[in-house]
């Protein structure tokens, strides 16, 4: 799936990017990490197959979901295992 985002430097330059990527926890790592670069984003999606979903832009704060997602993951295959 693509992520494309467009994000503002502290120097006020504008930029576009465009990323392809397997998973949405990647994408989402990469907007944290901007955020936490010091940039701004100022719009974000992600296209797969065919769909545009608009990401909001208040749940990038920097820190990573990776870590996160991953525990929550453990958490639900530990309940969900007989």
């Known amino acids: ?19 392809y990527c397997s998973d949405l926890e990647g994408h989402f790592d990469v907007l944290n990490s901007f955020v936490a670069a010091g940039y701004r984003l ?9 769909q545009w979903i608009n990401l ?14 991953q525990a929550l993951q453990e958490q639900y295959q530990r309940v969900l295992s007989p």
């Open 56 to 69: 909001p832009l208040e749940a990038f704060d920097g820190q990573s979901v990776n870590s996160s997602l």
């Open 1 to 19: 799936m693509w992520l494309i985002f467009s994000s503002l430097s502290a120097s006020g330059a504008v930029y576009t990017h465009n990323l």
């Open 42 to 50: 100022l719009s974000a999606f992600v296209v797969d197959e065919g």
